[in-house]
Protein backbone atom coordinates (compact mmCIF):
# COMPACT_ATOMS: atom_id res chain seq x y z
CA UNK A 1 0.00 0.00 0.00
CA UNK A 2 3.05 2.53 0.48
CA UNK A 3 4.96 1.66 -2.05
CA UNK A 4 1.42 2.35 -4.31
CA UNK A 5 1.10 5.86 -2.89
CA UNK A 6 4.96 6.62 -3.25
CA UNK A 7 4.47 5.38 -6.65
CA UNK A 8 1.68 7.75 -7.46
CA UNK A 9 3.66 11.07 -5.30
CA UNK A 10 7.05 10.13 -7.42
CA UNK A 11 4.56 10.51 -10.28
CA UNK A 12 3.32 13.73 -9.91
CA UNK A 13 6.55 15.32 -8.40
CA UNK A 14 7.57 14.54 -12.00
CA UNK A 15 4.77 15.43 -13.73
CA UNK A 16 4.95 18.99 -12.23
CA UNK A 17 8.77 19.67 -12.82
CA UNK A 18 8.12 18.35 -16.57
CA UNK A 19 5.29 20.95 -17.10
CA UNK A 20 7.44 24.03 -15.03
CA UNK A 21 10.72 22.78 -17.61
CA UNK A 22 8.10 23.42 -20.41
CA UNK A 23 6.85 27.09 -20.06
CA UNK A 24 8.42 30.36 -20.94
CA UNK A 25 10.79 31.41 -18.88
CA UNK A 26 8.52 35.11 -18.89
CA UNK A 27 5.71 32.82 -17.45
CA UNK A 28 8.26 31.08 -14.54
CA UNK A 29 8.00 32.56 -11.04
CA UNK A 30 10.97 34.00 -9.84
CA UNK A 31 11.45 35.26 -6.20
CA UNK A 32 12.26 38.75 -7.43
CA UNK A 33 9.21 39.36 -9.49
CA UNK A 34 7.51 39.26 -5.52
CA UNK A 35 9.77 42.61 -4.50
CA UNK A 36 7.31 45.52 -3.72
CA UNK A 37 8.83 48.72 -5.08
CA UNK A 38 7.59 52.09 -4.26
CA UNK A 39 5.28 54.13 -6.80
CA UNK A 40 7.90 57.12 -7.20
CA UNK A 41 11.25 55.15 -7.79
CA UNK A 42 9.47 54.02 -10.78
CA UNK A 43 10.52 56.94 -12.55
CA UNK A 44 13.75 57.38 -10.80
CA UNK A 45 16.94 56.15 -12.57
CA UNK A 46 18.83 53.78 -10.40
CA UNK A 47 21.93 56.22 -10.61
CA UNK A 48 20.04 58.63 -8.77
CA UNK A 49 19.02 56.06 -5.99
CA UNK A 50 21.32 57.64 -2.93
CA UNK A 51 21.15 57.55 0.40
CA UNK A 52 20.79 61.17 1.31
CA UNK A 53 17.14 62.84 1.78
CA UNK A 54 18.25 65.79 0.20
CA UNK A 55 19.99 64.46 -2.59
CA UNK A 56 16.98 61.73 -3.34
CA UNK A 57 14.27 64.82 -3.14
CA UNK A 58 16.08 66.65 -5.83
CA UNK A 59 16.47 63.51 -7.85
CA UNK A 60 12.91 63.31 -7.55
CA UNK A 61 12.04 66.27 -8.56
CA UNK A 62 13.84 66.32 -11.02
CA UNK A 63 12.31 62.77 -12.47
CA UNK A 64 9.06 64.07 -11.58
CA UNK A 65 9.80 67.56 -14.07
CA UNK A 66 11.30 65.30 -16.53
CA UNK A 67 8.07 62.88 -16.79
CA UNK A 68 5.55 66.15 -16.54
CA UNK A 69 3.78 66.54 -20.27
CA UNK A 70 1.35 68.48 -19.54
CA UNK A 71 0.94 71.50 -22.29
CA UNK A 72 0.85 74.35 -20.45
CA UNK A 73 4.47 72.93 -18.39
CA UNK A 74 5.83 72.34 -21.73
CA UNK A 75 5.07 75.50 -23.30
CA UNK A 76 6.39 77.48 -20.37
CA UNK A 77 9.59 75.47 -20.82
CA UNK A 78 9.88 76.20 -24.79
CA UNK A 79 9.37 72.36 -25.04
CA UNK A 80 5.78 72.04 -26.92
CA UNK A 81 5.50 70.46 -30.15
CA UNK A 82 2.24 70.26 -31.82
CA UNK A 83 3.33 66.71 -33.11
CA UNK A 84 4.49 64.85 -30.11
CA UNK A 85 1.78 62.19 -29.08
CA UNK A 86 2.98 62.06 -25.60
CA UNK A 87 1.71 65.72 -24.66
CA UNK A 88 -1.27 66.08 -22.14
CA UNK A 89 -3.75 67.85 -24.13
CA UNK A 90 -6.97 68.96 -22.25
CA UNK A 91 -10.42 67.81 -24.31
CA UNK A 92 -11.17 70.08 -26.10
CA UNK A 93 -7.15 71.50 -26.85
CA UNK A 94 -6.66 68.17 -27.38
CA UNK A 95 -8.89 68.21 -30.43
CA UNK A 96 -8.13 71.31 -31.83
CA UNK A 97 -4.49 69.90 -31.99
CA UNK A 98 -5.08 67.16 -33.74
CA UNK A 99 -7.19 68.56 -36.41
CA UNK A 100 -4.33 70.81 -37.00
CA UNK A 101 -1.94 68.09 -37.23
CA UNK A 102 -3.93 66.91 -40.01
CA UNK A 103 -4.38 70.24 -41.73
CA UNK A 104 -0.25 70.66 -41.71
CA UNK A 105 0.47 67.19 -43.20
CA UNK A 106 -2.86 67.73 -45.61
CA UNK A 107 -1.74 71.19 -46.53
CA UNK A 108 1.71 71.80 -45.35
CA UNK A 109 3.73 68.78 -46.90
CA UNK A 110 6.56 69.86 -49.37
CA UNK A 111 8.64 67.99 -51.90
CA UNK A 112 12.20 68.21 -49.67
CA UNK A 113 13.80 68.30 -53.06
CA UNK A 114 12.29 72.09 -53.91
CA UNK A 115 10.82 73.14 -50.44
CA UNK A 116 12.09 73.17 -47.03
CA UNK A 117 10.61 74.57 -44.02
CA UNK A 118 13.46 77.10 -41.61
CA UNK A 119 12.73 75.03 -38.46
CA UNK A 120 11.74 77.81 -36.22
CA UNK A 121 8.32 79.16 -35.25
CA UNK A 122 8.85 82.44 -34.61
CA UNK A 123 9.80 85.73 -37.27
CA UNK A 124 10.43 88.98 -36.09
CA UNK A 125 10.93 91.46 -38.67
CA UNK A 126 11.34 95.13 -39.26
CA UNK A 127 10.40 97.31 -42.27
CA UNK A 128 10.39 100.15 -44.51
CA UNK A 129 7.13 100.62 -46.60
CA UNK A 130 7.40 102.97 -48.93
CA UNK A 131 3.86 103.40 -50.38
CA UNK A 132 1.30 105.45 -52.95
CA UNK A 133 -1.31 105.36 -53.84
CA UNK A 134 -3.02 107.08 -57.21
CA UNK A 135 -6.54 107.45 -59.03
CA UNK A 136 -7.81 107.88 -62.34
CA UNK A 137 -11.10 109.09 -63.20
CA UNK A 138 -12.68 109.45 -66.34
CA UNK A 139 -16.24 111.11 -66.59
CA UNK A 140 -19.27 110.76 -69.26
CA UNK A 141 -18.31 114.06 -70.62
CA UNK A 142 -14.48 112.45 -71.55
CA UNK A 143 -13.34 114.41 -69.14
CA UNK A 144 -9.81 113.08 -67.24
CA UNK A 145 -8.35 113.46 -63.95
CA UNK A 146 -4.85 111.62 -62.47
CA UNK A 147 -4.12 112.36 -58.89
CA UNK A 148 -1.65 110.71 -56.61
CA UNK A 149 -0.11 111.01 -53.09
CA UNK A 150 3.59 111.66 -52.71
CA UNK A 151 5.46 108.85 -52.07
CA UNK A 152 5.23 108.35 -47.92
CA UNK A 153 7.82 106.53 -45.65
CA UNK A 154 6.74 104.55 -43.81
CA UNK A 155 7.89 102.33 -41.27
CA UNK A 156 6.87 99.06 -38.93
CA UNK A 157 6.89 95.86 -37.48
CA UNK A 158 5.81 92.42 -37.97
CA UNK A 159 5.43 89.27 -35.93
CA UNK A 160 5.26 86.07 -37.31
CA UNK A 161 4.55 82.49 -35.26
CA UNK A 162 4.11 79.59 -37.40
CA UNK A 163 1.07 80.36 -40.27
CA UNK A 164 0.23 83.50 -38.64
CA UNK A 165 1.99 87.07 -39.27
CA UNK A 166 0.31 90.35 -38.28
CA UNK A 167 1.66 93.96 -39.42
CA UNK A 168 1.21 97.33 -38.98
CA UNK A 169 3.20 100.47 -40.45
CA UNK A 170 2.86 103.90 -39.96
CA UNK A 171 3.72 107.62 -41.17
CA UNK A 172 7.27 108.49 -40.14
CA UNK A 173 7.94 111.17 -42.62
CA UNK A 174 4.99 113.22 -41.50
CA UNK A 175 5.72 112.22 -38.04
CA UNK A 176 9.44 113.90 -38.30
CA UNK A 177 8.35 116.67 -39.48
CA UNK A 178 5.70 117.44 -37.47
CA UNK A 179 2.45 117.07 -39.66
CA UNK A 180 -0.09 114.55 -39.37
CA UNK A 181 -0.28 111.10 -40.05
CA UNK A 182 -2.68 110.63 -43.05
CA UNK A 183 -0.96 107.13 -43.73
CA UNK A 184 -1.62 103.97 -42.19
CA UNK A 185 -1.33 100.08 -43.19
CA UNK A 186 -2.07 97.02 -41.52
CA UNK A 187 -2.09 93.89 -42.82
CA UNK A 188 -2.74 90.38 -41.47
CA UNK A 189 -1.61 86.48 -43.08
CA UNK A 190 -2.06 82.82 -42.46
CA UNK A 191 0.30 81.72 -44.97
CA UNK A 192 0.75 77.24 -45.60
CA UNK A 193 2.25 74.57 -48.96
CA UNK A 194 -1.09 74.41 -50.67
CA UNK A 195 -2.96 77.97 -49.36
CA UNK A 196 -2.84 81.40 -47.74
CA UNK A 197 -5.01 84.22 -46.90
CA UNK A 198 -4.24 87.60 -46.35
CA UNK A 199 -6.17 90.49 -44.96
CA UNK A 200 -4.98 94.51 -45.19
CA UNK A 201 -6.53 97.90 -44.03
CA UNK A 202 -5.28 101.23 -45.82
CA UNK A 203 -6.22 104.97 -45.00
CA UNK A 204 -5.28 107.84 -46.45
CA UNK A 205 -6.66 111.33 -45.23
CA UNK A 206 -5.25 113.71 -47.31
CA UNK A 207 -1.57 114.50 -48.85
CA UNK A 208 -2.68 113.49 -52.72
CA UNK A 209 -1.61 115.83 -55.32
CA UNK A 210 -3.50 116.57 -58.58
CA UNK A 211 -1.07 115.22 -61.79
CA UNK A 212 -3.21 116.21 -64.62
CA UNK A 213 -6.62 118.24 -64.84
CA UNK A 214 -8.82 117.96 -68.19
CA UNK A 215 -7.47 120.71 -70.35
CA UNK A 216 -5.19 122.77 -67.92
CA UNK A 217 -1.92 123.75 -69.49
CA UNK A 218 -2.95 121.46 -72.75
CA UNK A 219 -3.19 118.16 -70.67
CA UNK A 220 0.51 118.74 -69.29
CA UNK A 221 1.64 116.85 -66.24
CA UNK A 222 1.35 118.88 -63.20
CA UNK A 223 1.86 118.51 -59.55
CA UNK A 224 -1.17 120.46 -57.04
CA UNK A 225 -1.50 119.57 -53.61
CA UNK A 226 -4.79 118.54 -53.08
CA UNK A 227 -7.07 117.96 -49.52
CA UNK A 228 -10.23 116.59 -50.94
CA UNK A 229 -9.52 112.71 -51.09
CA UNK A 230 -10.61 110.64 -48.38
CA UNK A 231 -9.92 106.89 -48.61
CA UNK A 232 -10.36 104.10 -46.98
CA UNK A 233 -10.32 100.13 -48.09
CA UNK A 234 -10.11 96.92 -46.25
CA UNK A 235 -10.34 93.56 -47.65
CA UNK A 236 -9.19 89.70 -47.31
CA UNK A 237 -7.87 87.56 -49.86
CA UNK A 238 -7.27 84.07 -50.29
CA UNK A 239 -5.30 81.85 -52.60
CA UNK A 240 -4.64 78.08 -53.68
CA UNK A 241 -1.23 77.11 -54.98
CA UNK A 242 -1.80 74.30 -57.38
CA UNK A 243 1.71 73.61 -57.74
CA UNK A 244 2.25 73.87 -53.83
CA UNK A 245 4.41 71.00 -52.88
CA UNK A 246 7.24 72.53 -55.42
CA UNK A 247 6.73 76.00 -54.77
CA UNK A 248 6.74 78.06 -52.01
CA UNK A 249 4.89 81.80 -51.99
CA UNK A 250 5.99 81.97 -48.39
CA UNK A 251 9.40 81.75 -49.33
CA UNK A 252 9.43 84.97 -51.25
CA UNK A 253 7.12 87.03 -48.71
CA UNK A 254 7.03 85.88 -45.94
CA UNK A 255 9.88 84.29 -44.80
CA UNK A 256 8.54 81.28 -43.56
CA UNK A 257 10.28 78.55 -46.13
CA UNK A 258 13.29 78.18 -48.17
CA UNK A 259 12.92 77.18 -51.84
CA UNK A 260 15.67 75.26 -52.87
CA UNK A 261 15.45 74.78 -56.87
CA UNK A 262 13.54 77.05 -59.25
CA UNK A 263 10.07 76.50 -60.12
CA UNK A 264 6.73 77.61 -61.00
CA UNK A 265 3.16 77.43 -60.06
CA UNK A 266 -0.19 78.10 -61.14
CA UNK A 267 -2.74 79.40 -58.24
CA UNK A 268 -6.47 80.45 -58.09
CA UNK A 269 -8.29 82.83 -55.44
CA UNK A 270 -10.77 85.08 -54.60
CA UNK A 271 -10.36 88.09 -52.95
CA UNK A 272 -12.93 90.77 -51.13
CA UNK A 273 -12.58 94.02 -50.81
CA UNK A 274 -14.65 97.43 -49.34
CA UNK A 275 -13.47 100.40 -50.87
CA UNK A 276 -15.21 103.95 -49.83
CA UNK A 277 -13.15 106.78 -51.67
CA UNK A 278 -14.59 110.38 -51.35
CA UNK A 279 -13.32 113.22 -53.82
CA UNK A 280 -14.25 116.78 -52.88
CA UNK A 281 -13.60 119.06 -55.38
CA UNK A 282 -14.54 122.59 -53.56
CA UNK A 283 -11.45 122.08 -51.84
CA UNK A 284 -9.69 122.73 -55.39
CA UNK A 285 -6.53 124.97 -56.25
CA UNK A 286 -8.54 128.04 -57.64
CA UNK A 287 -6.37 127.85 -60.63
CA UNK A 288 -8.30 124.34 -61.66
CA UNK A 289 -11.76 125.64 -60.80
CA UNK A 290 -12.62 126.98 -64.25
CA UNK A 291 -11.19 123.78 -66.04
CA UNK A 292 -13.99 121.63 -63.97
CA UNK A 293 -16.41 120.43 -66.34
CA UNK A 294 -17.95 118.05 -65.30
CA UNK A 295 -21.68 117.98 -63.58
CA UNK A 296 -20.71 117.58 -59.49
CA UNK A 297 -18.53 118.73 -57.11
CA UNK A 298 -18.43 115.95 -54.82
CA UNK A 299 -18.35 111.67 -55.61
CA UNK A 300 -18.25 109.07 -53.28
CA UNK A 301 -17.28 105.66 -54.57
CA UNK A 302 -18.41 103.41 -51.88
CA UNK A 303 -19.06 99.70 -52.82
CA UNK A 304 -18.33 95.78 -52.13
CA UNK A 305 -16.27 94.26 -54.75
CA UNK A 306 -16.06 90.12 -54.94
CA UNK A 307 -13.56 88.92 -57.51
CA UNK A 308 -12.60 85.34 -58.71
CA UNK A 309 -8.85 85.45 -59.27
CA UNK A 310 -6.60 83.19 -61.36
CA UNK A 311 -2.57 84.02 -61.84
CA UNK A 312 1.12 82.69 -61.79
CA UNK A 313 3.76 83.06 -59.94
CA UNK A 314 7.60 81.51 -60.21
CA UNK A 315 10.41 81.52 -58.01
CA UNK A 316 13.94 81.55 -59.74
CA UNK A 317 16.78 80.30 -57.08
CA UNK A 318 19.62 82.33 -58.20
CA UNK A 319 22.11 81.00 -54.94
CA UNK A 320 22.78 79.45 -51.85
CA UNK A 321 21.15 82.76 -50.11
CA UNK A 322 19.34 84.39 -53.12
CA UNK A 323 15.68 83.60 -54.32
CA UNK A 324 13.54 85.89 -57.01
CA UNK A 325 9.97 86.10 -57.29
CA UNK A 326 7.32 87.30 -60.03
CA UNK A 327 3.52 87.10 -59.37
CA UNK A 328 1.26 88.08 -61.58
CA UNK A 329 -2.44 87.88 -60.69
CA UNK A 330 -5.73 89.38 -62.54
CA UNK A 331 -9.41 89.31 -61.06
CA UNK A 332 -12.82 89.63 -62.54
CA UNK A 333 -16.07 89.69 -60.35
CA UNK A 334 -18.86 92.27 -59.31
CA UNK A 335 -19.17 95.54 -57.18
CA UNK A 336 -22.10 95.65 -55.18
CA UNK A 337 -22.39 99.31 -54.32
CA UNK A 338 -24.01 101.24 -51.46
CA UNK A 339 -26.94 103.38 -51.57
CA UNK A 340 -24.14 106.60 -50.08
CA UNK A 341 -22.22 105.98 -53.67
CA UNK A 342 -22.39 107.98 -55.95
CA UNK A 343 -24.60 105.86 -58.60
CA UNK A 344 -26.16 105.04 -55.76
CA UNK A 345 -27.32 101.01 -54.78
CA UNK A 346 -25.88 98.99 -58.10
CA UNK A 347 -24.29 95.98 -58.84
CA UNK A 348 -21.68 96.51 -61.73
CA UNK A 349 -18.86 94.47 -63.66
CA UNK A 350 -15.42 94.54 -61.48
CA UNK A 351 -11.83 94.00 -63.00
CA UNK A 352 -9.19 93.83 -60.86
CA UNK A 353 -5.21 92.80 -60.47
CA UNK A 354 -2.58 92.22 -58.36
CA UNK A 355 1.21 92.25 -59.20
CA UNK A 356 4.32 91.54 -57.17
CA UNK A 357 8.12 90.79 -57.35
CA UNK A 358 10.87 90.28 -54.67
CA UNK A 359 14.19 89.60 -53.98
CA UNK A 360 14.81 87.51 -51.31
CA UNK A 361 18.34 86.80 -49.05
CA UNK A 362 18.89 84.01 -46.15
CA UNK A 363 22.20 83.30 -44.18
CA UNK A 364 20.73 80.98 -41.58
CA UNK A 365 18.18 82.27 -39.46
CA UNK A 366 18.79 86.09 -40.61
CA UNK A 367 16.45 86.97 -43.67
CA UNK A 368 16.18 90.61 -45.51
CA UNK A 369 13.54 91.11 -48.34
CA UNK A 370 13.08 93.84 -50.75
CA UNK A 371 9.35 93.49 -52.26
CA UNK A 372 7.00 95.52 -54.90
CA UNK A 373 3.40 95.44 -55.00
CA UNK A 374 0.74 96.62 -56.93
CA UNK A 375 -3.02 96.37 -56.43
CA UNK A 376 -5.48 97.90 -58.35
CA UNK A 377 -9.66 97.88 -58.57
CA UNK A 378 -11.49 99.25 -61.47
CA UNK A 379 -14.72 100.86 -61.11
CA UNK A 380 -17.03 102.08 -63.93
CA UNK A 381 -20.26 103.17 -64.18
CA UNK A 382 -22.33 104.74 -67.10
CA UNK A 383 -21.23 108.20 -65.85
CA UNK A 384 -18.12 108.36 -64.12
CA UNK A 385 -14.74 105.44 -64.36
CA UNK A 386 -12.53 105.13 -61.42
CA UNK A 387 -9.52 103.14 -61.22
CA UNK A 388 -7.34 103.27 -58.24
CA UNK A 389 -4.14 101.85 -56.90
CA UNK A 390 -2.11 101.35 -54.14
CA UNK A 391 1.94 100.18 -54.62
CA UNK A 392 5.20 99.83 -52.60
CA UNK A 393 8.21 99.40 -52.02
CA UNK A 394 8.94 97.42 -48.98
CA UNK A 395 12.55 96.86 -47.75
CA UNK A 396 12.50 94.01 -44.63
CA UNK A 397 14.51 92.23 -42.07
CA UNK A 398 14.36 90.22 -39.65
CA UNK A 399 15.57 86.63 -37.63
CA UNK A 400 13.68 83.55 -37.41
CA UNK A 401 13.42 81.97 -33.29
Known amino acids: MIRHILTVVFSLLFILASAQTRLPDELCWHPVDTVSVPEVDSI ?85 DNWNDSYYMRFRNKFKSLMSG ?3 VLAGASIQYMAVSYTYTLDISHMVTGGPIDYRKQEFGF ?86 IAFDFTKLPDELKPYMTFEDTKYRFHYNDYDLLFGYGYNCVMGRHWLYNITVIPGVGFNHCYEDSYDGSAKLLSISGRAMTSFTYNNGNWFAGLQANLRGNWYHSGSTTLFNTVESVLLSGGYRF
Open 44 to 128: IPVAARFTDPEVRLQAIKEAQQEANRNWWYLFKKGQLKMDDPTVEWPKFLGFCVKVYNWGDHVFSSTDPEYVVGTGKRWRARLIN
Open 191 to 276: NCARFSINGYAYSNGGGTFIRNFGNYLGHKHIRMPFSGVDMKSLGLEGYYYINGHKYSQAAAYAFSKIQKKSHGCFMVGFAYCNQN
Open 150 to 152: NVH
